[in-house]
């Protein structure tokens, strides 16, 4: 299985930005050369603006305040443009400036810049557009992110934490902590990286006071809702859109605004031991090795004599882009985080809006009414709180594996081929009532030789096992 060798999905990706295409990407990104390293007097470049939002924040909630906060955000995003010399955005059509990366200069100077970009080009090459015209892009994904709705029985019903995630307000600290690891990507549609925000806001008091807004309010602005979608092919036929894995380009502050409430979650989960031990994906320790370090002694055991072992390798059909919002509200509301927090992961994920790029140019605004955004910090977390009531069913209170997670890929094991197809058909039909449909053409039994020198059947580790949608295998 893929995620038992490397990690699956990142939260952030070395993405086109949103200029309309991978060429304008690395112009924008190359621009952060030339932006000034440090700023002549840096508190004084946001700092009536955060005063304003300060004196703000002493204010009730109401619409009023709330427009308010907005001009005073699109005056700073003004004036941050300005200062950090942004290009006019009517330069777009400028000759890209190709990397070499046989030429170690350029390459050299590219993984300074932005270090994923480097190494996607010197293994992959340069990237490329998705042939498929905007018209069918648009029809498809209209479709894959069309309304769904999940029973959340199994996520409401669950033991909540005994303490609700703290919603107190960000300190400069805790935002400025969040910038400072943030990787330089391709901006959104304002067009400012993490390096301008670390140049004009090294300290983070603007965005702090910025984010302590959205908190109070608990809302973002509708501009934050606004994307551009960049399609990076997986594998096989490029004229077949299910071959193209669409990453959201969002405002870098809409995604730091994420990655402090993800910082939070992230937090709140592991002190609470509200996930299950099995799952490992988009959590700060290395899972996979553990994983790795788990299924080889469950093998060695079954080789000399500890008992038979059967396993399957599952994977979900679309699993990020097939979530229901309703299903995403109710698995942080079940866990215990509190109302607040599943009203700003609501208010998150309404009204949102993208256009996809393509070789032949971009597409409508296209609604997302389903699915959660690969790209967004907070993303991995809500899946695994979606998911973990499935694991949670497999497990059981066993201190043995029974399962084994990483994000979306799923191994059961069992010690017969009876009590492995239990587990499957329980992660088959309780993932069925969350919308989650799990992709026969990606399962596997495996039987390589000598697994187990025990088992009845031989060498097979799992002689046959029913998977829906595909029949007996191997």
Same mark, same amino acid.
């Given at each position: 299985?893929?995620?038992?060798?490397?990690?699956?999905?990142?939260?952030?990706?070395?993405?086109?930005?949103q200029g309309g295409s991978l060429q304008?990407?690395?112009?924008?990104?190359?621009?952060?050369?030339?932006?000034?390293?440090?700023?002549?007097?840096?508190?004084?470049?946001?700092?009536? +603006?955060?005063?304003?939002?300060?004196?703000?924040?002493?204010?009730?909630?109401?619409?009023?305040?709330?427009?308010?906060?907005?001009?005073?955000?699109?005056?700073?995003?003004?004036?941050?443009?300005?200062?950090?010399?942004?290009?006019?955005?009517?330069?777009? #059509?400028?000759?890209?400036?190709?990397?070499?990366?046989?030429?170690?200069?350029?390459?050299?100077?590219?993984?300074?810049?932005?270090?994923?970009?480097?190494?996607?080009?010197?293994?992959?090459?340069?990237?490329?557009?998705?042939?498929?015209?905007?018209?069918?892009?648009?029809?498809?994904?209209?479709?894959?992110?069309?309304?769904?709705?999940?029973?959340?029985?199994?996520?409401?019903?669950?033991?909540?934490?005994?303490?609700?995630?703290?919603?107190?307000?960000?300190?400069?600290?805790?935002?400025?902590?969040?910038?400072?690891?943030?990787? &330089?990507?391709?901006?959104?549609?304002?067009?400012?990286?993490?390096? +301008?925000?670390?140049?004009?806001?090294?300290?983070?008091?603007?965005?702090?006071?910025?984010?302590?807004?959205?908190?109070? +309010?608990?809302?973002?602005?509708?501009?934050?809702?606004?994307?551009?979608?960049?399609?990076? +092919?997986?594998?096989?036929?490029?004229?077949?859109?299910? &071959?193209?894995?669409?990453?959201?380009?969002?405002?870098?502050?809409?995604?730091?605004?994420?990655?402090?409430?993800?910082?939070?979650?992230?937090?709140?989960?592991?002190?609470?031991?509200?996930?299950?031990?099995?799952?490992?994906?988009?959590?700060?320790?290395?899972?996979?090795?553990?994983?790795?370090?788990?299924?080889?002694?469950?093998?060695?055991?079954?080789?000399?004599?500890?008992?038979?072992?059967?396993?399957?390798?599952?994977?979900?059909?679309?699993?990020?882009?097939?979530?229901?919002?309703?299903?995403?509200?109710?698995s942080v509301r079940g866990a215990g985080?509190?109302?607040?927090?599943?009203?700003?992961?609501?208010?998150?994920?309404?009204?949102? @809006?993208?256009?996809?790029?393509?070789?032949?140019?971009? @597409?409508?605004?296209?609604?997302?009414?389903?699915?959660?955004?690969?790209?967004?910090?907070?993303?991995?977390?809500?899946?695994?709180?979606?998911?973990?009531?499935?694991?949670?069913?497999?497990?059981?209170?066993?201190?043995?594996?029974?399962?084994?997670?990483?994000?979306?890929?799923?191994?059961?094991?069992?010690?017969?081929?009876?009590?492995?197809?239990?587990?499957?058909?329980?992660?088959?039909?309780?993932?069925?009532?969350? #919308?989650?449909?799990?992709?026969?053409?990606?399962?596997?039994?495996? @039987?390589?030789?000598?697994? @187990?020198?025990?088992?009845?059947?031989?060498?097979?580790?799992?002689?046959?096992?029913?998977?829906?949608?595909?029949?007996?295998?191997?």
């Open positions: 299985m893929d995620a038992m060798a490397t990690p699956s999905r990142l939260f952030t990706q070395d993405c086109p930005s304008n990407s690395d112009q924008q990104e190359d621009a952060v050369e030339t932006a000034p390293a440090k700023l002549e007097d840096d508190s004084s470049v946001l700092a009536e +603006h955060t005063k304003k939002l300060r004196r703000l924040l002493t204010r009730a909630p109401n619409a009023d305040n709330w427009a308010e906060f907005g001009s005073i955000l699109d005056d700073a995003i003004s004036v941050i443009a300005t200062t950090v010399k942004l290009p006019d955005a009517t330069a777009d #059509g400028r000759p890209r400036r190709e990397v070499n990366p046989q030429n170690a200069q350029q390459i050299q100077s590219l993984y300074r810049r932005n270090r994923r970009r480097a190494v996607r080009l010197i293994a992959e090459g340069p990237s490329t557009l998705c042939p498929i015209p905007p018209d069918e892009l648009e029809a498809y994904f209209s479709t894959v992110w069309a309304p769904k709705e999940a029973d959340t029985t199994l996520l409401t019903r669950r033991m909540p934490a005994p303490g609700e995630l703290s919603l107190a307000a960000f300190t400069e600290d805790e935002v400025a902590a969040r910038l400072r690891r943030c990787e &330089n990507t391709a901006p959104g549609g304002d067009r400012l990286t993490y390096h +301008h925000w670390r140049t004009v806001d090294p300290e983070g008091s603007f965005l702090a006071a910025v984010f302590n807004c959205c908190l109070r +309010h608990r809302r973002v602005p509708a501009c934050w809702k606004a994307s551009r979608t960049v399609l990076i +092919h997986k594998k096989g036929e490029k004229r077949d859109p299910t &071959n193209w894995r669409p990453i959201s380009l969002g405002n870098t502050i809409a995604k730091l605004y994420a990655g402090c409430l993800a910082s939070r979650l992230q937090g709140w989960l592991c002190d609470h031991g509200i996930l299950s031990q099995c799952q490992k994906g988009f959590l700060p320790h290395d899972g996979v090795f553990e994983h790795n370090f788990v299924l080889q002694e469950r093998l060695d055991a079954a080789r000399t004599g500890g008992g038979d072992l059967c396993v399957a390798f599952l994977d979900y059909a679309n699993a990020f882009g097939s979530v229901a919002h309703n299903a995403l509200v109710d985080t509190g109302d607040a927090f599943a009203s700003i992961i609501q208010d998150l994920y309404e009204d949102n @809006t993208t256009t996809i790029i393509s070789e032949g140019g971009t @597409t409508e605004p296209v609604a997302i009414k389903a699915g959660i955004r690969q790209g967004c910090p907070l993303s991995g977390l809500l899946f695994n709180l979606v998911l973990d009531p499935v694991i949670r069913a497999v497990q059981g209170g066993q201190r043995q594996h029974k399962i084994l997670a990483y994000a979306d890929d799923l191994t059961p094991m069992g010690g017969s081929p009876a009590e492995l197809q239990t587990r499957i058909n329980v992660v088959t039909a309780l993932s069925s009532g969350l #919308g989650l449909q799990l992709n026969p053409s990606k399962w596997s039994c495996p @039987t390589p030789p000598a697994w @187990t020198t025990r088992s009845p059947w031989g060498d097979a580790c799992c002689p046959q096992c029913w998977l829906p949608g595909r029949g007996w295998t191997p």
